[in-house]
């Protein structure tokens, strides 16, 4: 079944992002003394005696607020509230009840949803008299707890688990495909997640970074499921500062690459393909992940005959390592061809994921030997005596061979051009393996 989702919610700096890092185990959420900023959702896996959940980290709600930004987070916050099962209601046990905790209440009173109330900042003890104010929300008991200490985490989660809906019997056997939207900053990430979300998932902004960290959202597409990945836009290292937020925005940008099954690569039409785009890409590669390049802004180019065609080949020219790679292009704002994506990603996940028997492989690898002949160095030929698939995501080979120093990478580069032509991988990096085989096997 689907894991529990847990929504951590309250106004700003009562400590609900340092919580979720210290449930998730390493640095997820940003946390800085300044209200405000966790923009975004951001989601993390977690587990308590056997029992699986995720947690929700929102950004600060101040139900009051007409700043458009404070606004935009109020939304999030109510997303998450809305798509949770159980909420987690911080406040501030030093500061005591305020009138925003009151109105924050309010909102969480209308979900239906359960609601626990969580003093935080309680940092001993002798403080837990600090959490009977928060009786008069008329909440339920409210658990005092230090996220910096960990006091009294074991407490509060045995009864977060108590609310958790009843498991169902049958657990879902099809992970769900994850994909990675990234680029340099504001090429229409989060309008183009929006757009396949059909929803407001993502806060939208022209200015550049409001998405400071990575959010996870899963959805649905006919019978397959998806987790789509928002990312803050990556920047050239020179153009971050060292002690910044965009620094660890880009670092979980990374990560997000890292975990994911596709990457979305966005380029701005209107600026064609950078050097930091290339970089970027270069990154994929590196991971070896599906890719698909996604030319975002297409409806703001002016186009005339050949235009499409110039631009394919600039991309290739320019990202020539990922030749793989299928090129979409893709208006975000308006939707043009943006219902193609989904079909792409589950087409390179395929080829990701496919496997050739060893005997087709050698069959083909024949043939590749019998059209070019391996190269000679210094009287000595390259000879390979066969091939196996050793995994996928990329898909991997193993080569054994009389000599690995023979082996000419423009040789290799053949080879995989000739296993693309027989059996695809379009969108997959391949990798190649080489082992020498043993004189006694010869």
């Keep these: 079944m689907a894991r529990p989702l847990v929504a951590i919610v309250g106004r700003p700096n009562v400590g609900k992002s340092t919580f979720f890092n210290q449930m998730a185990g390493r640095r997820i959420a940003i946390v800085e003394d300044t209200p405000g900023v966790t923009r975004d959702r951001v989601y993390?896996?977690?587990?308590?005696?056997?029992h699986k959940f995720t947690l929700i980290d929102t950004g600060g709600?101040?139900?009051q607020s007409d700043d458009p930004l404070l606004s935009q987070m109020r939304r999030q916050a109510e997303i998450?509230?809305?798509t949770c099962d159980v909420i987690l209601f911080f406040v501030d046990g030093r500061q005591g009840l305020t009138a925003d905790d009151e109105n924050v209440a309010d909102m969480l009173r209308k979900s239906g949803k359960p609601v626990m109330v969580v003093v935080?900042?309680?940092d001993n003890v002798r403080m837990m008299d600090e959490i009977y104010d928060f009786y008069q929300l008329g909440m339920g008991d409210p658990i005092g707890i230090s996220s910096v200490n960990l006091l009294n985490f074991g407490d509060l989660l045995e009864e977060l688990c108590k609310l958790f809906p009843d498991e169902d019997a049958e657990d879902d056997e099809n992970r769900?495909?994850?994909i990675a939207v990234v680029g340099k900053p504001n090429v229409g990430k989060s309008s183009l997640v929006n757009r396949i979300l059909g929803e407001e998932r993502v806060m939208v902004s022209d200015i550049a970074g409001t998405t400071r960290d990575a959010i996870d959202t899963r959805f649905s597409d006919g019978e397959d499921s998806f987790v789509i990945i928002d990312t803050a836009g990556i920047r050239r290292k020179r153009a971050i500062e060292q002690q910044s937020l965009e620094r660890y925005s880009v670092v979980r940008a990374l990560a997000a690459i890292d975990r994911c099954d596709v990457a979305l690569l966005l380029i701005d039409a209107t600026q064609g393909v950078t050097e930091q785009d290339t970089k970027i890409a270069g990154y994929i590669d590196e991971q070896g992940k599906a890719a698909v390049i996604c030319v975002n802004k297409w409806d703001a180019v002016e186009k005339e005959t050949g235009t499409l065609e110039k631009y394919v080949r600039d991309v290739r020219e320019q990202l020539k390592f990922m030749a793989y790679a299928p090129v979409l292009f893709i208006s975000a704002k308006t939707g043009q061809r943006t219902q193609r994506v989904l079909d792409s990603v589950r087409s390179v996940y395929a080829e990701a994921?496919?496997?050739v028997t060893t005997g087709v492989l050698n069959d083909v690898m024949a043939d590749a030997q019998a059209a070019l002949q391996p190269p000679?160095?210094?009287?000595r030929r390259l000879k390979i005596y066969y091939a196996t698939q050793q995994g996928v995501q990329p898909p991997t080979f193993v080569l054994f061979v009389n000599d690995m120093e023979l082996m000419h990478f423009s040789y290799e580069r053949y080879l995989e051009n000739q296993f693309r032509k027989s059996f695809g991988f379009e969108g997959t990096p391949l990798r190649f393996i080489l082992r020498e085989r043993s004189k006694k096997e010869d």
């Design 44 to 50: 993390a896996d977690c587990e308590w005696q056997n």
């Design 61 to 63: 709600i101040d139900p």
């Design 80 to 82: 998450a509230v809305e």
């Design 120 to 122: 935080n900042k309680i």
């Design 176 to 178: 769900p495909i994850q």
């Design 353 to 355: 994921t496919r496997r």
């Design 376 to 379: 000679a160095t210094s009287g």
